[in-house]
C-alpha cells in the first residue's frame, strides 16, 4: 500500500537489447551502458524520490551530529530514536527506522527509495565499521562518536559518498538487469554455473564503483561549502545535491561503457 513499483521488465528495443548482450557474451561495461540506458529515466527520477533525499539529508546529519559535545541528542534532533550511549549497530538500525517512519504514511516509499535506504545501511555498518576498534560489535560508544565524526572533512565525506553511491548505483543496475538476467542462468546458458555468474555481478560492482568516483569530490565539497555557509545541511540542500549527483552518476556510467572509454 502506497509503495511505488518500476514494473515489470519493459517491452522496448532498449530492453531487448540487454536481453541480447547478455546472452551474447558482452562485457560488463557494455552491458551496464544499456541496462544504464533502459534505466535512465528511472535512475533520474531517483533525484526527486523521498527516500533518496531523506537518505542523504540523514547520511550528512551523522557527522555533523558527532561534532557536537552531545552526540545522542543531536541525533535525536535529527529524528533518530537513540540511547544515551548509541553503537554503530544502534544508530544502523535507527536509521533505518527513522527512513521507514517518515515515508510510511506520506505514500513515498519507492523501490529507488528502499534501495537507497538499504545502500545507506549498508554503508554505515562497513565503512564506519571498518574505522573503529573491535568492528561492528566491539567499539565503545567514544570510538563511534569519533568514526562519524572523522568524515566531516572534504576528503574522507567524499569518500563516504563515493561508496554509498557505488552501493546504491549497483543495486539500481541489479534491479533492472535482475528482470532480464533470469532467462540467463543455468546449463547451456551465458552464465551455466553460479560461479560464472557470482564474477559477472562482481564485475559490475567494480564498474559502479569506478563510476561513482564522479560524485566523489564534489560530494565533500558540496558537504563542506553548504554547512559552512548555511550553519548546517537541510532536505533542500540534500533535495538539490541529489539532482546534480544523480545526473553526474548517469552520465559517467554511460560514458565508462563507450568503445573508447
Same mark, same amino acid.
Given at each position: 500500500? /502506497?509503495?511505488?513499483?518500476?514494473?515489470?521488465?519493459?517491452?522496448?528495443?532498449?530492453?531487448?537489447?540487454?536481453?541480447?548482450?547478455?546472452?551474447?557474451g558482452?562485457?560488463?561495461?557494455?552491458?551496464?551502458?544499456?541496462?544504464?540506458?533502459?534505466? *535512465?529515466?528511472?535512475?533520474?527520477?531517483?533525484a526527486?524520490?523521498?527516500?533518496?533525499?531523506?537518505?542523504?539529508?540523514?547520511?550528512?546529519?551523522?557527522?555533523?551530529?558527532?561534532?557536537?559535545?552531545?552526540?545522542?541528542?543531536?541525533?535525536?534532533?535529527?529524528?533518530?530514536?537513540?540511547s +544515551?550511549?548509541?553503537?554503530?549497530?544502534?544508530?544502523?538500525?535507527?536509521?533505518? +527506522?527513522?527512513? +521507514?517512519?517518515?515515508?510510511?504514511? $506520506?505514500?513515498?516509499?519507492? +523501490?529507488?527509495?528502499?534501495?537507497?535506504?538499504?545502500?545507506?545501511?549498508?554503508?554505515?555498518?562497513?565503512?564506519?565499521?571498518?574505522?573503529?576498534?573491535?568492528?561492528?560489535?566491539?567499539?565503545?560508544?567514544?570510538?563511534?562518536?569519533?568514526?562519524?565524526?572523522?568524515?566531516?572533512?572534504?576528503?574522507?565525506?567524499?569518500?563516504?559518498?563515493?561508496?554509498?553511491?557505488?552501493?546504491?548505483?549497483?543495486?539500481?543496475? $541489479?534491479?533492472?538487469?535482475?528482470?532480464?538476467?533470469?532467462?540467463?542462468?543455468?546449463?547451456?546458458?551465458?552464465f551455466?554455473?553460479?560461479?560464472?555468474?557470482?564474477q559477472?555481478?562482481?564485475?559490475?560492482?567494480?564498474h559502479?564503483?569506478?563510476?561513482?568516483?564522479?560524485? *566523489?569530490?564534489?560530494?565533500? *565539497?558540496?558537504?563542506?561549502?553548504?554547512?559552512?555557509?548555511k550553519?548546517?545541511?537541510?532536505?533542500?540542500?540534500?533535495?538539490?545535491?541529489?539532482?546534480?549527483?544523480?545526473?553526474?552518476?548517469?552520465?559517467?556510467?554511460?560514458? /565508462?561503457?563507450?568503445? $573508447?572509454?
Open positions: 500500500m /502506497g509503495h511505488t513499483r518500476l514494473g515489470e521488465l519493459p517491452r522496448t528495443r532498449k530492453w531487448a537489447q540487454v536481453v541480447d548482450l547478455i546472452g551474447g558482452a562485457g560488463v561495461a557494455q552491458l551496464a551502458n544499456a541496462t544504464i540506458t533502459a534505466a *535512465e529515466r528511472g535512475m533520474k527520477f531517483a526527486n524520490d523521498k527516500g533518496l533525499v531523506e537518505t542523504i539529508w540523514l547520511l550528512t546529519q551523522l557527522p555533523l551530529a558527532a561534532q557536537t559535545k552531545d552526540f545522542p541528542g543531536a541525533l535525536r534532533k535529527a529524528g533518530l530514536n537513540v +544515551d550511549s548509541p553503537g554503530l549497530m544502534e544508530i544502523v538500525g535507527a536509521v533505518s +527506522d527513522v527512513i +521507514d517512519s517518515r515515508l510510511r504514511h $506520506n505514500r513515498g516509499r519507492t +523501490d529507488l527509495g528502499e534501495i537507497a535506504q538499504m545502500a545507506a545501511t549498508e554503508t554505515i555498518s562497513k565503512y564506519v565499521g571498518s574505522r573503529v576498534p573491535g568492528g561492528l560489535f566491539g567499539p565503545s560508544p567514544g570510538d563511534v562518536q569519533k568514526a562519524f565524526a572523522s568524515l566531516a572533512t572534504v576528503k574522507q565525506f567524499s569518500s563516504f559518498a563515493k561508496h554509498f553511491f557505488a552501493r546504491m548505483t549497483n543495486r539500481c543496475l $541489479n534491479y533492472y538487469l535482475s528482470r532480464a538476467m533470469a532467462y540467463h542462468v543455468g546449463d547451456g546458458r551465458r551455466s554455473t553460479l560461479a560464472q555468474h557470482a559477472f555481478s562482481k564485475a559490475l560492482e567494480v559502479c564503483h569506478q563510476a561513482s568516483v564522479i560524485v *566523489e569530490r564534489f560530494s565533500g *565539497e558540496w558537504f563542506s561549502k553548504t554547512n559552512w555557509e550553519q548546517g545541511i537541510s532536505r533542500d540542500d540534500a533535495s538539490g545535491f541529489s539532482h546534480v549527483a544523480m545526473d553526474k552518476l548517469v552520465a559517467e556510467l554511460k560514458a /565508462g561503457a563507450r568503445p $573508447n572509454a
